[in-house]
């Protein structure tokens, strides 16, 4: 049902695309016929959207919800420029084929809450996976730089964003075990949830929560991490 109505919101964003894609352009009354139309498809999308149990998932909710959100502020971008007739032709264009997107997102919405959370946990885990490879990466290069008897950090030079001080070297390896941990702990719910068939709702949308708070966490620890560290930021570390 949401992605029928999807299709309709995106039919009469093309209508208006064309009855204003060039001279001349709808009278008064052709101008309201189309908007009361557009309007109306965004509201049977929003209804679909109140329409949907929140026993299904709560995860499955809030992902419809922000596509739902996206689309209403597509099309109220694109009402705003008719209505202000300045009918500039590449941006309204540009907001034509945003509303095209947004509906186009609608079809690769999650099926079931399962699927809503998976997706979740596996882009927070490649978010963790990321973090991980980008301190391993500078790691091993205050490791290389230290091995070839370059010093990594002259505390007499000025300040370089690039480089640790050896005491910072010692707390990144520290941490990044941590942040090892952590990508442990993801490949494994991402494995649990795939086989969560018999899962309750609320544990699922539990873990969807879980996720998301540790990758935040995770996020703001490893950017404490970055060269050169301060003595406040190596202590909010440790």
């Given amino acids: 049902m949401l992605v029928e109505t999807s299709k309709k919101v ?3 964003a093309t209508k208006i695309g064309l009855a204003f894609g060039k001279p001349p352009f709808p009278d008064e ?3 309201r016929s189309l908007c009361i139309t557009m309007e109306l498809s965004v509201l049977a999308l929003v209804s679909v959207f109140y329409g949907l149990p929140k026993e299904q998932g709560l995860t499955l909710r809030k992902q419809v919800k922000l596509a739902v959100q996206d689309i209403v502020k597509s099309v109220g971008g694109l009402s705003r420029e008719v209505q202000g007739k300045s009918l500039n032709g590449d941006k309204f264009q540009f907001l034509v084929g945003s509303i095209w997107e947004c509906c186009e997102r609608v079809q690769n919405l999650s099926k079931d809450n399962i699927s809503a959370v998976s997706k979740v946990v ?3 885990k490649e978010l963790i996976d990321d973090a991980y490879d980008e301190l391993q990466g500078a ?3 205050a490791v290389d730089m230290k091995n070839d008897g370059e010093q990594v950090f002259d505390s007499d030079e000025e300040e370089d ?4 001080r050896s005491d910072e070297v010692d707390v990144a390896v520290a941490a990044r075990g941590l942040v090892k941990v952590s990508q442990y702990c993801f490949k494994k719910a991402v ?3 795939k086989t969560a068939k018999e899962a309750s709702t609320s544990n ?4 969807s929560r879980a996720a998301e708070s540790v990758s935040a966490i995770v996020d703001v620890f490893v950017s404490y991490l970055y060269p050169p560290m301060n003595k406040r930021d190596r202590k909010s570390v440790v």
């Fill in 191 to 193: 494995e649990v949830v």
């Fill in 161 to 164: 964003e690039e480089k640790w």
């Fill in 139 to 141: 790691i091993q290069k």
């Fill in 122 to 124: 596996s882009m927070n």
């Fill in 204 to 207: 699922l949308d539990a873990i």
């Fill in 29 to 31: 009354q052709e101008m």
């Fill in 10 to 12: 995106s039919h009469e």
